[in-house]
């Protein structure tokens, strides 16, 4: 191994000690097809106005997609989603057809995927370019959540968390 891949495996393990949840981030591409993809690289920015960002490799199908629509929607999944994730971490080559019922359309912009914890629906108000990946930073038009058990990604893994009542 190169010194400069044994740094970026050592920078992926690092990162993969801080547990996040786990989001599907939708587009709607030219044709009107719903595109997503599985992501943790998201955050809220700020209250007001309500902001969110997220982080997209320039080698993903998403982040010519989200550059193209300017809207963006993340899904915050739930511990029974875990297979969701899977399905939308995959090249979508290699994912097959997406079940039926997978999304569900809002009022306006890319459908988001249904049976989520929360979900948002984002219009991009500017973008970043930072090393491999770039920044979208989006306007929150319309959310909404329900109770529910979070899916958890660690160390590369779907844990399930035990509760410390
Ligand atoms: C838990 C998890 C989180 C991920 N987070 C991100 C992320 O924040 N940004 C990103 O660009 N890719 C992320 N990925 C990788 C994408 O989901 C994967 O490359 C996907 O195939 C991209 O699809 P697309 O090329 O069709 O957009 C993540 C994968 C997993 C399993």
Known sequence: MTEQA???AKY????????????????????????GMTANGVTSVSLDPPLALVCVAHSRNSYALI?????????????????????????????????????????????????????????????????DHSIFIGLVKEFETREGEPLIWYEAGFPVLESQD
């Open 12 to 35: 992926r393990r690092a990162w993969s000690r801080f547990a996040t949840g786990v989001t599907i981030i939708t587009t709607t591409e030219p044709g009107g097809a719903t595109h």
């Open 67 to 131: 550059s193209e629509s300017g809207e963006f929607g993340i899904s915050v999944l739930s511990q029974s989603q875990k297979s969701v994730a899977q399905h939308f971490a995959k090249d979508p080559a290699e994912r097959g057809p997406t079940p039926d019922g997978m999304f569900e359309g809002l009022g306006a912009g890319p459908a988001v995927v249904s049976g989520s914890l929360s979900i948002f629906s984002c219009q991009v108000v500017s973008h970043h370019e930072e090393g």
């Open 6 to 8: 044994d740094n970026s």
